[in-house]
Nanobody, 125 residues
């Protein structure tokens, strides 16, 4: 079964760190770039970060640059998002997505063809 499963969310305090994981199955994980998005109620899904299939190239939104780090372990079919210095504004459901080859707009939700179910991150002040 082709799927993505996120984990690692939770309730933390401002300034804390958290690491999200996204485990892929049912397809060749190392052939696809991957991305992280987040969503709060009533708002569109927002780009957070993306990484190329090899891990060589990484991209971040301005709101998380310098605080979040995306990485991947292709041997484990797993994508990570290390989040540091968390703020209450980071509270959201976080989703990982698969970006098919040849789609250049890594920051656009519509470019992704497969999503996980999401994991809730709540940052208290």
């Amino acid at each position: 079964q082709v799927q993505l499963v996120e984990s690692g969310g939770g309730l933390v305090q401002a300034g804390d760190s958290l690491r999200l994981s996204c485990t892929a199955s049912g397809y060749s994980f190392d052939e696809f770039a991957m991305g992280w998005f987040r969503q709060t109620p009533g708002k569109a899904r927002e780009f957070v970060s993306a990484i190329s299939w090899s891990g060589t190239n990484t991209y971040y939104s301005d709101s998380v640059k310098g605080r979040f780090t995306v990485s991947r372990d292709n041997a484990k079919n797993t994508l990570y998002l290390q989040m540091s210095t968390l703020k209450p504004d980071d509270t959201a459901v976080y989703y990982c997505g698969r970006l098919p080859y040849g789609r250049p707009w890594y920051d656009r939700e519509s470019e992704y063809d497969l999503w996980g179910q999401g994991t809730q991150v709540t940052v208290s002040s």
